[in-house]
């Protein structure tokens, strides 16, 4: 054999073995990158904040307000509306929707 031909054998061997280094880097890079991603769709979504509960000390400063503004025959009858005479008396699960109608008073 001439030496262009062993030559030329010797680079196609030098090729075949860079390849085989190329793509024994390339699997470790997608083993690698596989391993370390988050799998966004498998996160749960994040909780919606749970409103905070209302108190008798969220609602009654509100009603005395409005009592003061002239309204305190609407606010007697809101109270009624959810049967109560006082707010104490008031079930607590019902704040929310009897501020909700106090303020509509305010700005009727």
């Not at 390339?26 to 979504?45: M, Q, R, V």
């Not at 305190?72 to 509306?81: D, G, Y």
């Amino acid at each position: 054999m001439s030496n262009k031909v062993l030559e030329l054998e010797q680079v196609l061997k030098d090729i075949r073995t860079a390849a085989k280094a190329i793509n024994k880097a390339a699997d470790s890079l997608c083993k690698f990158y596989a391993d370390n991603t988050i799998d966004h769709e498998a996160e749960a979504p994040p909780e919606p904040p749970k409103p905070k509960a209302l108190k008798l000390e969220d609602v009654r400063p509100v009603l005395a307000e409005l009592s003061r503004n002239g309204h305190t025959e609407a606010v007697r009858k809101l109270l009624e509306k959810f049967g109560a005479s006082k707010l104490s008396t008031v079930d607590p699960s019902q704040y929310a929707t009897l501020l909700a109608e106090a303020e509509a008073i305010g700005n009727g």
